[in-house]
C-alpha cells in the first residue's frame, strides 16, 4: 500500500467571510472543497480560520491542531493574538476532526484506526489539505517568505510529511510530537480505542494487531529508512504500509536547520522513546524540553507566542506586549 500525497496544482474556487473583528485582526472563515479524491463523507470542505492584522504583516504562520477537538479554542486564542503582532496566522482544520468529523465517526479518530486502509486515507488527505492552503495563501498575498508550520502533537506528525514535500516553508515548530506509528498505538494511553479496534479483528487490523510481530518488523524497517534517497524511493520500497505514514520516515528529509522541537517533560500522550527517536531521526534539531504535559501547556499560550514571534524575528515590544490585549471584538473598527 502507497500513500498518494500528490494533487492536480490548479486555481479552484474558495469562499471567505469575516466572522470575527477585533482591534489590531480580524478573522475570516475560508472554505473549499479538498482536492484530495479519495474524502470520507464529512471531510470534503476543507475550513481555514484567518487571522488577519489590520496594520503591517511581517510574517505568516499555519497552525494545525491536535487530535480531537478541545484544543481548538485555544489554538484560536493564539491565532488572533499573532495576528494582533503582525502575523497572517491561519488555522486549518484536519479532516477528521472538529467541523470536519466524518459521518458516524468521532472527531480525531480515524487518524488512528485499527483499519490501516482508513488510516492512511485520513493522512493522505490531511497532507493533501495543508499543500493546497499553502497554494490558496500564496495565490491570495497571505503567506510570506518569513513563513512557519506549527504543529501540535498530530498537527506536528502532519507537519513532518509536509515539509518532506514542500520547499515553501522556511521555519518548522513541533510541539509534544513523536514518531514510531507501531509504538504510540500500541502504548499510548490515549489510543485505547483502537487497540479495542485490533481485539475485535475489524478492517485490515490484522496487520496490526500482532503487537510483537509489528514491533519486530518496525524495528527491522526502520533501519532501512537510511537508505533512501527521497520520499518517492521510500514509498514504493517494500516497508510496512504503516511507517509510509509515520513522520518518522519523512523526518530525513526536514531541514534540521529550519527545525525546532519543543517537548513535555511530563508528556503521557506519547512514550519518551517515540519522541527521543523522532528528534534523532529529524537530525537532531534544537530542543527544549519544558515542565508541562500534553496538555497543560495550553495556560501558557503567551510564553509560547512569544516564542514563536522571536523565531520569526519579531522584537518589537509593542507588538509583543498585545499578546495581553483582550480577545473581545471591537465591532466599531470597520
Given at each position: 500500500m502507497k500513500p498518494h500525497f500528490d494533487y492536480e496544482k490548479k486555481v479552484f474556487d474558495f469562499s471567505s467571510g469575516y466572522i470575527f473583528k477585533g482591534k489590531h485582526y480580524r478573522c475570516s472563515h475560508i472554505k473549499y472543497r479538498s482536492l484530495y479524491k479519495n474524502a470520507a463523507k464529512g471531510t470534503e470542505t476543507v475550513e481555514v480560520y484567518n487571522f488577519s492584522p489590520r496594520e503591517e504583516t511581517v510574517g505568516s504562520i499555519i497552525i494545525l491542531h491536535g487530535l480531537g477537538t478541545v484544543n481548538i479554542p485555544f489554538l484560536f486564542w493564539m491565532g488572533s493574538h499573532l495576528a494582533s503582532a503582525g502575523l497572517q496566522?491561519?488555522?486549518?482544520?484536519?479532516?477528521?476532526?472538529?467541523?470536519?468529523?466524518?459521518?458516524?465517526?468521532?472527531?480525531?479518530?480515524?487518524?488512528?484506526?485499527?483499519d490501516l486502509e482508513r488510516l492512511t486515507q485520513f493522512w493522505e488527505q490531511a497532507v493533501v489539505d495543508t499543500r493546497t492552503t499553502i497554494d490558496l495563501l500564496e495565490r491570495e498575498g497571505l503567506w510570506l517568505n518569513n513563513n512557519c508550520l506549527f504543529g501540535y502533537c498530530l498537527g506536528g506528525m502532519v507537519s513532518?510529511?509536509?515539509?518532506?514535500?514542500?520547499?515553501?516553508?522556511?521555519?518548522?515548530?513541533?510541539?509534544?510530537?513523536?514518531?514510531n506509528m507501531a509504538k504510540i498505538m500500541w502504548e499510548s494511553p490515549v489510543l485505547k480505542y483502537t487497540r479495542r479496534g485490533f481485539s475485535k479483528g475489524g478492517g485490515s487490523s490484522k496487520?496490526?494487531?500482532?503487537?510483537?510481530?509489528?514491533?519486530?518488523?518496525?524495528?527491522?524497517?526502520?533501519?532501512?529508512?537510511?537508505?533512501?534517497?527521497?520520499?518517492n524511493e521510500m514509498l514504493n520500497s517494500d516497508i510496512h504500509p504503516l511507517l509510509k505514514v509515520d513522520p518518522l520516515a519523512y523526518a530525513k528529509f526536514n531541514d534540521t536547520r529550519k527545525t525546532t522541537m519543543i517537548e513535555g517533560l511530563f508528556d503521557k500522550a506519547l512514550p519518551p522513546e517515540t519522541?527521543?527517536?523522532?528528534?534523532?531521526?529529524l537530525g537532531k534539531p534544537k530542543r527544549y524540553i519544558v515542565p508541562m504535559g500534553h496538555v497543560t501547556w495550553f495556560p501558557f499560550e503567551y510564553a509560547?507566542?512569544?516564542f514563536i514571534l522571536k523565531k520569526l524575528g519579531i522584537k518589537s515590544a509593542r507588538k509583543?506586549?498585545?499578546?495581553?490585549?483582550?480577545?473581545?471584538?471591537?465591532?466599531?473598527?470597520?
Open positions: 496566522a491561519s488555522i486549518m482544520i484536519l479532516p477528521g476532526n472538529y467541523t470536519r468529523t466524518a459521518h458516524h465517526s468521532t472527531s480525531g479518530k480515524d487518524f488512528f484506526s485499527p513532518i510529511i509536509v515539509n518532506a514535500l514542500e520547499h515553501r516553508i522556511n521555519n518548522s515548530i513541533l510541539l509534544t510530537v513523536g514518531g496487520f496490526l494487531n500482532d503487537k510483537e510481530r509489528l514491533k519486530r518488523v518496525f524495528l527491522e524497517d526502520t533501519y532501512k529508512l537510511s537508505r533512501f534517497k527521497d520520499v519522541r527521543k527517536q523522532l528528534w534523532s531521526a509560547l507566542g512569544k509583543k506586549i498585545r499578546l495581553l490585549e483582550s480577545t473581545k471584538p471591537d465591532e466599531s473598527v470597520k
